[in-house]
């Protein structure tokens, strides 16, 4: 029986609607026993205080099945007739444990919200990050349709940037039971204490718990390959090697693929596993080459179906190795005996600093496998300089002459050293106490409106009553007045009578309230809960908000009303950004381009990929340095002007004029940032194909992060354009895109076929379905078709006659290009170059030769098209490589 069943079993055999708390214990250790798991007592005392309706936080070892005890909340809570949200603080873990829930719940119980994607929302189980269901508590506040919640990873509430989502659920939805995980929290008696106070439930503390797998700590002065090598010849495989960069991760595999990590047994084994993967890109061929050695790379950068790769391996036992940055820190389930930590400091994104002890034993934690280890082993390497002296007095020996003689070498100046002082201390501290970082933000204070009721009361009690310091109180009542007041005057709320400072002066009375103790406070707080207000102001909003306010694209309002602005027929503006806040007037002149000029709306309201950003950036000033010496610019106007040149930001100064029009009005947009940028569009007017934009940027680390932006921009499209807006050409560019993301990666589509087709056979192949033939969307093919085509008449434009070549050997396109420039000064290459109707594409014998037959015509600057350029399209070969492939035939003049 499935784990609801049994619960409902329990609850007809004890002639009840709904099973009581001792039913709901017994069902469940049942059901666990069914599945071959016994209960650890910190488990079994975490399910006991759970159906008992208490709230807990478990804070126990990696290892110690804080997983069972979820499902084992999320079981009660449904089995009661409840609604139960899991939150995370990663994409791919809320994705992970969606799937894992739909194997226990089934399908139709088990929902997933990200932000970007909605899975089945109004299922009794849903699982999100933890910024959705804070979104939630600030619209719906104690109303919420939310009976209880699943935190895990909960040390992310001390996160500066992140931490208020966190903090927001305890503070706004008091009905709910909570159930808080992680495997470093340190001392939590504050936030326990607060949470009894609000909901009047007691809380449960669960700490202090040996692991089942208990940890060796061991540092190391030997060169890390020597380390490895002792690691796998005393069984201590598989080993995570721990880098805080991406390219260390990269060139620690490199440098261990020198070394014989795998028998030929081993080889053969994985090469079965393996069968036909497709690895398609330039860092899918090298990690290719490192997973046949034995060893793994996973980091963020990644393909997902790469990191899914190696995380399979890794699971079946195949990968001995696996290099990586501390990604799996954060809950991925991967199983590993060692880890290797190769340095103590890191790059924080300010600065470089030591590791917090939270940070050494999440990392640490990943060590040891319950069920398969009987100990983990995590192992310190000692800085560079401190190995080579430890082998310099190693050579030397016992004779006291040579050892005198070695001069030790230092820390470079400037450099974040640590030693055996430093690696003791880490292993014997606590993790840090969680520090509370409460944000207000004019959305989430939109939210808190759109509740209705008493809306100061609510913005009050967030305002003062939560877990910040009092000075960090007073901080967000200015920041609250502030953001108040811009929004009274832009319009976007009203008040009944009284005016905004009758508002401030309430602010400033809670101010002086807020100063007693939170004990004194709690009874006239919950009081106050839910009425109208004692005759202050009656505040409501003046706009309709979407749905998913604040939880998608927070911009995506702004870039409607500048679509609005473009005109379809040409792709420019019909006057100035005076209309942004109105839609009466245009953006100005654009590009001649409508369906590229809302690709470039909306990229501007995605969060930007600044590796690709970088790229870009470098690659433009290169360009532009080599045409400054041409035109022969000395060094320091070359130096002046190289300041100017930065990555493409199409429709900069319209945007920007339009987004300040717009925040007049609309205040609130000011929390986010409007970020002109080209990635998608840059990459359709080159016409690339995803490998060849990631080779032309050199971006094989990122590989993952430029396909979730693809991905991002694609959904961003589809949901924020509206049909009306949506021209023939926008329609086809999002076909293109949609198909290249699928292309390139159709893992979570291959995740939603499996749960569909279940195959459950572990000596099946690791390999995902192939992704659905590129021929099949028609209107995506023609798009690849045509952006191959166009591809040539760029070239040709620039008169690459040795591309050109390379590309189409067949075709003589130096004698055409010379025939061609004898009658024309240049090959146009705009909007009007680029469009459908100046392709045509014969189809008849595509069922008999298996091709297209199509013609491009050339854009002329007379207007004459009078040449073509004519090619076939071999269908079998596009569908093997998930592309258009394309041979030029000839380039002749009618």
Same mark, same amino acid.
């Given at each position: ?8 079993? *329990?609850?007809e ?7 009581d ?21 910190? =488990? ?17 070892? $990696? ?47 088990v ?5 970007d ?22 619209? =719906?506040?104690?109303? *919420? ?21 966190w =903090?927001?659920? &305890? ?12 495997? $470093? ?5 504050a936030?326990?204490?607060?949470l009894?106070?609000? $909901? ?6 669960i ?39 991406q ?7 490199q ?74 820190g ?41 069920g ?14 401190e190995i ?8 030397a ?24 002082g ?11 106490? &969680? ?46 007045i ?46 106050? $809960?839910?009425?109208?207000g ?32 473009l ?48 790229q870009q ?12 010496? =041409? ?15 930065t ?44 490998s ?17 932006y ?20 926008? /329609? ?25 087709n ?18 099949t969307?028609?209107? *995506?093919?023609?798009? &690849? ?42 090959? &146009? ?15 008849t ?19 004459? /098209? ?15 490589s ?13």
């Amino acid at each position: 029986m499935t784990l609801l069943e049994t619960i409902a079993a *329990a609850a007809e055999a004890s002639a009840r609607e709904s099973p009581d708390a001792d039913a709901l214990y017994d069902a469940f250790v049942e059901w666990a026993g069914d599945q071959g798991f016994a209960l650890y007592p910190a =488990q079994d005392e975490a399910v006991i205080e759970i159906v008992s309706e208490s709230h807990v936080i478990l804070s126990t070892p $990696t290892g110690t099945g804080k997983s069972l005890v979820a499902v084992a909340a999320h079981a009660a809570c449904v089995a009661r007739g409840g609604r139960t949200y899991y939150t995370a603080p990663i994409k791919a873990l809320v994705s992970e444990k969606f799937f894992a829930l739909v194997e226990i719940f089934g399908a139709a119980n088990v929902g997933m919200v990200t932000g970007d994607s909605s899975v089945n929302p109004d299922a009794p189980i849903v699982c999100c990050t933890a910024e959705i269901l804070a979104n939630l508590a600030l619209r =719906q506040g104690a109303d *919420a349709a939310v009976d209880q919640v699943v935190m895990d990873e909960f040390h992310y509430y001390g996160d500066p940037e992140r931490g208020w989502a966190w =903090q927001v659920p &305890l503070l706004l939805l008091p009905r709910a039971q909570f159930v808080l995980m992680s495997a $470093t929290l340190g001392d939590v008696t504050a936030i326990a204490q607060d949470l009894e106070r609000r $909901t009047g439930r007691p809380v449960s503390r669960i700490t202090g718990v040996e692991r089942p797998v208990p940890l060796h700590f061991s540092y190391a002065r030997t060169p890390i390959h020597e380390t490895v090598d002792e690691l796998l010849q005393t069984g201590q495989s598989p080993v995570y090697v721990v880098h805080f960069s991406q390219a260390a991760a990269m060139e620690r595999a490199q440098a261990l693929s020198s070394i014989k990590i795998v028998s030929r047994e081993q080889r053969d084994a994985i090469a079965e596993a393996i069968g036909g993967f497709r690895f398609t890109t330039a860092f899918g061929r090298t990690l290719s080459r490192y997973v046949r050695a034995g060893i793994g790379v996973h980091h963020a950068g990644m393909l997902p179906r790469y990191r899914r790769l190696v995380e399979t391996l890794a699971q079946r036992g195949l990968l001995r190795v696996i290099c990586g940055t501390d990604t799996l820190g954060v809950g991925i389930n991967v199983p590993i005996r060692t880890v290797l930590i190769t340095a103590l400091s890191k790059f924080d994104g300010t600065k470089m600093r030591q590791l917090s002890a939270r940070e050494f034993h999440q990392i640490s934690g990943r060590a040891g496998r319950a069920g398969f280890d009987t100990a983990g082993t995590v192992v310190v390497m000692a800085p560079e300089w401190e190995i080579e002296n430890e082998a310099a007095l190693r050579k030397a020996g016992d004779d006291p002459a040579k050892r005198k003689k070695i001069v030790r070498k230092k820390a470079p100046t400037g450099v974040v050293n640590w030693g055996l002082g430093s690696f003791e201390r880490l292993v014997e501290a606590e993790p840090e106490p &969680l520090v509370p970082h409460l944000q207000l933000t004019a959305a989430m204070l939109i939210n808190v409106i759109a509740r209705g009721g008493d809306v100061f009361e609510n913005v009050r009690s967030l305002v003062f009553d939560n877990h910040e310091p009092r000075a960090r109180r007073y901080e967000l009542a200015r920041r609250a007045i502030a953001i108040f007041r811009t929004l009274l005057t832009a319009g976007v709320v009203e008040i009944d009578r009284a005016d905004a400072d009758d508002a401030s002066s309430r602010f400033a009375r809670s101010a002086t309230e807020s100063t007693r103790s939170s004990s004194e406070r709690g009874a006239s707080e919950t009081n106050r $809960t839910g009425r109208a207000g004692d005759g202050g102001p009656r505040i409501r909003l003046t706009v309709d908000l979407q749905p998913n306010f604040a939880l998608n694209q927070p911009l995506s309002p702004f870039a409607l009303a500048a679509i609005e602005l473009l005109d379809p027929s040409t792709g420019a503006g019909t006057g100035n950004a005076e209309g942004a806040g109105t839609g009466n007037a245009g953006v100005g002149a654009g590009t001649g381009h409508y369906a590229l000029d809302v690709v470039s709306i909306i990229e501007a309201t995605l969060d930007d990929p600044r590796p690709v950003l970088s790229q870009q950036e470098h690659k433009a000033r290169g360009e532009a340095v080599a045409a400054m010496k =041409q035109e022969g610019m000395d060094y320091d106007e070359r130096m002046e002007a190289l300041e100017e040149v930065t990555y493409p930001k199409p429709l900069e100064e319209l945007l920007t004029q339009a987004y300040e029009v717009f925040a007049s009005s609309q205040p609130w947009i000011r929390d986010f940032e409007l970020s002109p940028k080209s990635v998608v569009r840059d990459m359709f007017e080159r016409a690339l194909s995803f490998s060849e934009l990631i080779s032309l940027y050199q971006l094989a680390r990122s590989e993952g992060l430029v396909l979730r932006y693809l991905s991002d921009a694609y959904r961003a499209i589809r949901q924020t354009v509206p049909a009306e807006a949506q021209t023939e050409d926008l /329609h086809d560019l999002v076909a293109w895109l949609g198909e290249v993301v699928r292309q390139v990666d159709s893992s979570l589509v291959d995740e939603w076929e499996a749960l569909i087709n279940p195959v459950d056979d572990p000596t099946a192949p690791v390999v995902p379905p192939a992704p659905p033939s590129v021929l099949t969307n028609r209107r *995506a093919f023609g798009v &690849l078709v045509r952006n191959e085509l166009f591809r040539r008449v760029q070239l040709a434009a620039r008169q690459r006659d040795d591309e050109l070549v390379e590309l189409d050997p067949e075709a003589d396109w130096p004698a055409a290009l010379d025939a061609y420039f004898d009658e024309h000064d240049e090959i &146009l290459t705009g909007g009007p170059a680029r469009s459908p109707r100046l392709v045509t594409v014969d189809e008849t014998d595509a069922a008999a030769d298996g091709v297209w037959r199509v013609e491009q015509t050339i854009d002329d600057p007379e207007g004459h /098209h009078d040449w073509r350029i004519r090619a076939v399209v071999d269908l079998a070969a596009s569908e093997e490589s998930g592309t258009a492939v394309v041979r030029i035939t000839e380039v002749v003049r009618l």
